[in-house]
């Protein structure tokens, strides 16, 4: 196995870890490590200069998102925002975590001057930089923020961004439950459980073993978003499940999981800062915090689903083969299409949303 402590990015987050390990008594819970090891600045995974989004490995990416894999995802996606920024008489975009740049420039290019304001929520400077030259063309529109105001209006839009915030994690053991954290263990990262009247939403069936996620912290993210926003939307594209299905008994490793270089793994503690780290989102947990703070859910959809119903179809249709063959996994259920889910909330009077015309799912919330 690799040394966690070596040189670069990695040696210098091992050692902001080993400090913060010292100052709270040597141990962390795992969503503080995964907060560091994402957003430490300037050595965070996504505060460093890797360039994590792109097609192919050789371009010295990590893993590809929807955005990049098709232009059609943004156009198609643009329909909803479109009917979205109508219905809210609202005619500002916000977007969190950028990424590439790739989708905020098929929305600008689609929806033209119906976007007065297309305002990123980025933490990455590297990322910045890299969307600014992406959008270039709308100087005058495009802007950057790095949290969320008091009050705001407007159609906002996630794509994978959930899944990137600290998750806490919690393991039943022998029936009891334990907070899993981080120590130090022979100059090395080690896993620590720690008993805790933490528990998931709902009981595991079962007696046996079982590691999960709870998500505190996208949780208070939605919260505060609906509070703030005053008048608008807000959907959210990422990889997970419903409440029953997250805490299925068979799902009892968790779904945590790293990616570097197109490959899957699950260590997060060997080589922190190189490689991303991820979990599934808990969207029943998402749809009721939004509701807590006033805001209702529109829809709640398979992306493929999502996508078809806005009119995919019919871009498919004029587009090459080769642009065809790129977007096929955007809605082929063995791909993105099934496990991807897109969910619709809103602020203001229900509107019957094309993306969730056919297949809603919100029941099963």
Known sequence: MKQQHGSGVTGALFKLAAEQLARAGGWLPFDRYMALALYAPGLGYYANTSRKFGALPASGSDFVT???????????????????????????????????????????????????????????????????????????????????????????????????????????????????????????????????????????????????????????????????????????????FPEAEYYHPQRHMGTLMCHRGHMADPDPLETPGEKDITAHVNFTG???????????????????????????????EQASQKERIAAQPLVAEHEMGELFKVIGLHRGPFWDAVGFRQGDRTHTL
């Open 66 to 240: 929807a955005p990049e894999m098709s232009p059609l995802f943004g156009r198609t996606l643009a329909v909803q925002l479109a009917e979205a920024l109508e219905q809210t008489g609202t005619d500002e975009l916000w977007e969190f975590g950028a990424g590439s740049g790739a989708l905020a420039r098929e929305l600008l290019a689609c929806l033209g001057k119906r976007v007065r304001r297309y305002t990123i929520v980025e933490l990455s400077a590297s990322l910045r930089e890299r969307q600014r030259e992406a959008l270039q063309p709308w100087p005058d529109r495009v802007q950057w923020a790095s949290e969320l105001p008091e009050t705001m209006r407007g159609v906002v839009v996630g794509n994978e961004v959930l899944d990137a915030m600290p998750v806490k994690l919690l393991a039943r053991k022998g029936g009891t439950w334990h907070e899993r954290g981080v120590r130090l263990e022979d100059g090395r990262l080690a896993w620590e459980d720690r008993a805790t009247g933490l528990r998931p939403p709902v009981e595991p069936e079962g007696t046996q073993d079982y590691l999960t996620e709870i998500h505190p912290q996208a949780e208070a993210f939605v919260r505060t978003l609906a509070e703030r926003l005053v008048a608008g939307a807000a959907f959210f594209i990422d990889y997970g």
């Open 286 to 316: 998402i749809a009721v915090a939004a509701q807590e703070a006033g805001m209702l859910t529109l829809g709640y959809a398979t992306q493929g689903r999502f996508l078809l119903n806005a009119g995919i179809t019919k871009l498919l």
